[in-house]
T-cell receptor, first 111, second 117 residues
Framework: QKEVEQDPGPLSVPEGAIVSLNCTYS??????FMWYRQYSRKGPELLMY????GNKEDGRFTAQVDKSSKYISLFIRDSQPSDSATYLC???????????FGRGTSLIVHP | GAVVSQHPSWVICKSGTSVKIECRSL??????MFWYRQFPKQSLMLMAT?????????EQGVEKDKFLINHASLTLSTLTVTSAHPEDSSFYIC?????????????FGAGTRLSVL
C-alpha cells in the first residue's frame, strides 16, 4: 500500500462548480497536512496548511482533515478557469522535515 | 509570504557541459533545502536534502557525483548537473523549509527547465 494515494485525474468541471479533491494516507504519524497548487511548468504554491482534524477555510478554499479515516480533502467553491492546475497533497510527521507528496490531481475548469 | 527564488528558469545546454541552478530564500533563513525532479505529468521526485554547512543527503538512485549540491549559506543552495546528457532533461524544483515553532512549511521555487541537446 502506498503511503499516499491521490487520483491523478484529470478532473474536468464547468466554471462555477464545487470541486472536491482528495487524498488518503496510511501513515498514522502524519500530523501536518498541506495542499499545494502547481501550474504547468511552475513550482508548487502553498494553498492550505493544517495540523488538526476538522475544516479550515480560506476564501474559496476549504481544507478538511479526517484523521480517524486518514483522509484529507480540498474543496474549491465557485471554481474558475484560473483554478485549472495540478493540486498536490503533502504530509509531514512530527519530528520529520521531509514531506511526503501525493502524485497530484489535474483539475480543468472549463468556461 | 516567504519567497524562494530559483534561477535560471530555463536553460538549454550541449551534451557534456555542466549546468548550475541556484535556489535562494529571499526573506527567511533556511537550514534545509530540497531538490526535486519532475517529469511531465508526474509528481515531485525528491533527489536530495541540502543542509547548510554539511553534505547533502541523496535519495536512493540519485548519483551524487552527477548532481552536486552545495548549501553554502542559510539562504543559498545550488545544484550542479555535471556532464549533462539528454536523459537529464527535466524540470528541477527547489524548496526551502521555513520552521516556526512546530510548523514546518515548504516553499518552492518556480522551477528550472533543463533541456540538454
Amino acid at each position: 500500500q502506498k503511503e499516499v494515494e491521490q487520483d491523478p485525474g484529470p478532473l474536468s468541471v464547468p466554471e462555477g462548480a464545487i470541486v472536491s479533491l482528495n487524498c488518503t494516507y496510511s501513515n498514522s504519524a502524519f500530523q501536518y497536512f498541506m495542499w499545494y497548487r502547481q501550474y504547468s511548468r511552475k513550482g508548487p504554491e502553498l494553498l492550505m496548511y493544517t495540523y488538526s482534524s476538522g475544516n479550515k477555510e480560506d476564501g474559496r478554499f476549504t481544507a478538511q482533515v479526517d484523521k480517524s479515516s486518514k483522509y484529507i480533502s480540498l474543496f474549491i467553491r465557485d471554481s474558475q478557469p484560473s483554478d485549472s492546475a495540478t493540486y498536490l497533497c503533502a504530509f509531514f510527521s512530527g519530528g520529520s522535515y521531509i514531506p511526503t507528496f501525493g502524485r497530484g490531481t489535474s483539475l480543468i475548469v472549463h468556461p | 509570504g516567504a519567497v524562494v527564488s530559483q534561477h535560471p528558469s530555463w536553460v538549454i545546454c550541449k551534451s557534456g557541459t555542466s549546468v548550475k541552478i541556484e535556489c535562494r530564500s529571499l526573506d527567511f533563513q533556511a537550514t534545509t533545502m530540497f531538490w526535486y525532479r519532475q517529469f511531465p505529468k508526474q509528481s515531485l521526485m525528491l533527489m536530495a536534502t541540502s543542509n547548510e554547512g554539511s553534505k547533502a543527503t541523496y535519495e536512493q538512485g540519485v548519483e551524487k557525483d552527477k548532481f552536486l549540491i552545495n548549501h553554502a549559506s542559510l539562504t543559498l543552495s545550488t545544484l550542479t548537473v555535471t556532464s549533462a546528457h539528454p536523459e537529464d532533461s527535466s524540470f528541477y524544483i527547489c524548496s526551502a523549509s521555513l520552521i516556526s515553532g512546530d510548523k514546518n512549511i515548504q516553499y518552492f521555487g518556480a522551477g528550472t527547465r533543463l533541456s540538454v541537446l
